[in-house]
């Protein structure tokens, strides 16, 4: 069982910076893959983006690329999602997920262990 907690949501004006933290729970931290997803009100969770294992590739989806960055530390077990020049349609509840196998690259089915999410606001 992995354990996983989200942390730094907020509410911030449209053309703001966000930095969501994550940490998950087990000794092989530095094989999972590690992934981030949001859900709007009323719609369906939806992928944003992830990390393979340590040293392999990072996906985003085309909504974010160019102002999210997705960083991992091994050390401290954690996994961030950098979020810059926030938009309203970023306006979600974040979820945090992981795959202990090390090989998933975005797909929901992929992650076997999710966080409870952090809600993050952009609103003038």
């Known amino acids: 069982q992995v354990q996983v907690a989200e942390s730094g949501g907020g509410s911030v004006p449209p053309g703001g910076s966000l930095r969501l933290s994550c940490t998950a729970s087990?000794?092989?931290?530095?094989?999972?893959?590690l992934g981030w997803f949001r859900q709007a009100q009323g719609k369906e969770r939806e992928f944003v983006a992830a990390?393979?294992?340590?040293?392999?590739?990072?996906y985003y989806a085309d909504s974010v690329k160019g102002r999210f960055t997705a960083l991992r530390d091994n050390g401290v077990k954690s996994v961030y999602l950098q979020m810059n020049n926030l938009k309203p349609e970023d306006t979600a509840v974040y979820y945090c997920?992981?795959?202990?196998?090390?090989?998933?690259?975005?797909?929901?089915?992929?992650?076997?262990?999710w966080g409870q999410g952090t809600q993050v606001t952009v609103s003038s």
């Open positions: 997920a992981v795959d202990p196998t090390g090989l998933a690259t975005g797909g929901r089915a992929e992650y076997a262990y």
């Open positions: 990390m393979a294992w340590s040293g392999g590739g990072r």
């Open positions: 087990g000794s092989a931290f530095s094989s999972y893959a």
